[in-house]
């Protein structure tokens, strides 16, 4: 088992930046795939960010590649999304998620295996 839990959220101005984390515990995540998605309200769970935990390959979707980073700390089991240039469009619940022993760049919900319970990120001025 996989526990996952995200932190950083918060109340952010347009233009500004956020860096949300995601605490892994449990079974070892070394051979995963981790991700961030994110929900806004009445709308479905739609893909971030992704990277291979071993190796550091990442990819990002469109609307917020160059402006967020996703990246891995092995030594604090800590998952990250540096989120710069924050438009009001990007405030949603953000998820981290876990899909082990899989390779690749991983972009749908049912691909994940494990997930954690979500922060709010609210962009407004």
């Known amino acids: 088992q996989v526990r996952l839990v995200e932190s950083g959220g918060g109340l952010e101005q347009p233009g500004n930046s956020l860096r949300l984390s995601c605490a892994v515990s449990?079974?070892?995540?070394?051979?995963?795939?981790m991700a961030w998605f994110r929900q806004a309200p009445g709308k479905e769970r739609d893909f971030v960010a992704t990277?291979?935990?071993?190796?550091?390959?990442?990819y990002y979707a469109d609307s917020v590649k160059g402006r967020f980073t996703i990246s891995r700390d092995n030594a604090k089991n800590t998952l990250y999304l540096r989120m710069n240039s924050l438009k009001p469009e990007d405030t949603a619940i953000y998820y981290c998620?876990?899909?082990?022993?899989?390779?690749?760049?991983?972009?749908?919900?049912?691909?994940?295996?494990?997930w954690g319970q979500g922060t709010q990120v609210t962009v407004s001025s």
């Open positions: 998620a876990a899909a082990r022993g899989r390779y690749g760049s991983l972009v749908t919900v049912n691909d994940y295996d494990y």
């Open positions: 449990g079974r070892t995540v070394t051979d995963s795939v």
């Open positions: 990277i291979n935990w071993k190796v550091g390959i990442t």
